[in-house]
């Protein structure tokens, strides 16, 4: 019997283990692709080693039209509305988690309903104004809307990342004379600092791969940034070049890529910090 219940739990390890090997190589294919074709000369759809590496794919794509202008867009459309969601979150969370009203919950349950709103739903109505307030064709336009849809879920995650700051901390502060933005800043951000880097990280990687915001509010090509950019490589230019597609991807994540390796030390850390306020 015991030998009978070891055979199963064996069995089962290997098939969970089957299972997420193939879920596994659904992600992986993909990306190998990407890395493969970047320095394939003869790329193609087939996942396959390169018979010669090459870094001509690359150097077809860097160029100011193609990839360096519409990066600069990205990052200033992106950088500037990741840092407008984060301040106004923060903000918008303070009083959310330190301060007991009864329009507490309905508030926070409006903001989960607005996560689930779809953007193509809204789309219309936000051009018109857009139009009308002469912000559309405009970057500064653009950034507001981008921390508009990113608010919601940032000032719910920002809130209950909060909550793990214990408010003693601020009391003392208080005791001090230290004003409720005083604290805010001084104890409880850098307390909190996993949970800005995820918010940071969400919503900065949430308008880095937005396509449809950008495409309906930006008129001017100059203005485009990488995310409808990486468009023109699937038909602007007549025949699908894989390679170069594949090389300008591994730009376009590249910085990312960069921005999780820089904050990740930070998404290590915790809220365990109920000792500080014993004794």
Known sequence: MPRTLGSRRTAHRLAADAGLLVVAAAFALPLAWVVLSALDPHAGLEVKVPDGLTLDNFDAVLKPDITYTPLLNSLI?????????????????????????????????????????????????????????????????????????????SIWLMKNFMDGVPKELEEAAWTDGASSLQSLLRIVLPLMGPGVAVVTVFSFVMMWGNFFVPFMLLLTPDQMPASVSINDFFGNRGTVVYGQLAAFSVIYSTPVILLYVLVARRLGGGFALGGAVKG
């Open 77 to 153: 459309l992106c950088g500037g509305g990741t840092l407008l969601t984060v301040v106004c979150a923060a903000l918008a969370a303070y009083p959310l988690s330190r301060f007991r009203s009864r329009l507490n919950r309905p508030f926070l349950l409006t903001i989960l309903f607005a996560t689930c709103l779809p953007i193509t739903a809204i789309m219309v109505p936000v051009y018109a104004l857009f139009v009308r307030v002469n912000l559309i064709d405009t970057t500064q336009g653009t950034i507001f809307f981008f921390a508009a849809s990113q608010l919601p879920f």
